[in-house]
T-cell receptor, first 116, second 115 residues
Framework: AQTVTQSQPEMSVQEAETVTLSCTYD???????LFWYKQPPSRQMILVIR??????QNATENRFSVNFQKAAKSFSLKISDSQLGDTAMYFC?????????????FGKGTKLTVNP | ETGVTQSPTHLIKTRGQQVTLRCSSQ?????VSWYQQALGQGPQFIFQ???????GRGNFPPRFSGLQFPNYSSELNVNALELDDSALYLC??????????????FGPGTRLLVL
């Protein structure tokens, strides 16, 4: 079974500081894709960052970066210089295949609050 | 470029009724996936449509069904509504490449409440 675990239901950080959100996953596949999505209170799910498992280099997108440890099946998200607009639910997700389709398998999410 | 849109935004139904939710995919995307997000949970995969055919299904009963149209827009139909069907229903579109793992872009969702 393919599963994604986010062990931190809630986190908070002060504006301008750095925070790391944890994610572990389980899969028997060798090649796959990992994502972090952000869901603000307005609820539209927005892609934050994407990582291809066969690439050893960690993905970065401006203030967002990941620490991808393939052997440990770990995929954490680091947010630098946190901003009030970063307040949201953050979901770690994995692309798995089922019946030939590509479905996203999500964790339960981490609620991040950025405090002024 | 138009993003993914969904309608309606909110819906209230009673147990046993039927509901249809609609999704317009992002321009150029031929694949639509539907997810159910219960309160406080991550989204769960319902099914995916690719070029008007169902292309994979999650652990949802047959009363959850769908369609995809030639313009790649999609509908999710739920029959015999149950209280547990109350959730946010998300539609996501993508254009699968040969390597796979293409990013799925989400719509704003439809909030369904079953009384």
């Amino acid at each position: 079974a393919q599963t994604v675990t986010q062990s931190q239901p809630e986190m908070s950080v002060q504006e301008a500081e750095t925070v790391t959100l944890s994610c572990t996953y389980d899969t028997s596949e060798n090649n796959y894709y990992l994502f972090w999505y952000k869901q603000p209170p307005s609820r539209q799910m927005i892609l934050v960052i994407r990582q291809e498992a066969y690439k050893q280099q960690n993905a970065t997108e401006n203030r967002f970066s990941v620490n991808f440890q393939k052997a440990a099946k770990s995929f954490s998200l680091k947010i630098s210089d946190s901003q009030l607009g970063d307040t949201a639910m953050y979901f770690c997700a994995f692309i798995g295949t089922q019946g030939g389709s590509e479905k996203l398998v999500f964790g339960k999410g981490t609620k991040l609050t950025v405090n002024p | 470029e138009t993003g993914v849109t969904q309608s309606p935004t909110h819906l209230i139904k009673t147990r046993g009724q039927q509901v249809t939710l609609r999704c317009s995919s992002q321009s150029g995307h031929n694949t639509v996936s539907w997810y159910q997000q219960a309160l406080g949970q991550g989204p769960q995969f319902i099914f995916q449509y690719y070029r008007e055919e169902e292309n994979g299904r999650g652990n949802f009963p047959p009363r959850f069904s769908g369609l995809q149209f030639p313009n790649y827009s999609s509908e999710l139909n739920v029959n015999a509504l149950e209280l547990d069907d109350s959730a946010l229903y998300l539609c996501a579109s993508s254009f699968p490449g040969l390597a796979g793992g293409e990013t799925q872009y989400f719509g704003p969702g439809t909030r369904l409440l079953v009384l």
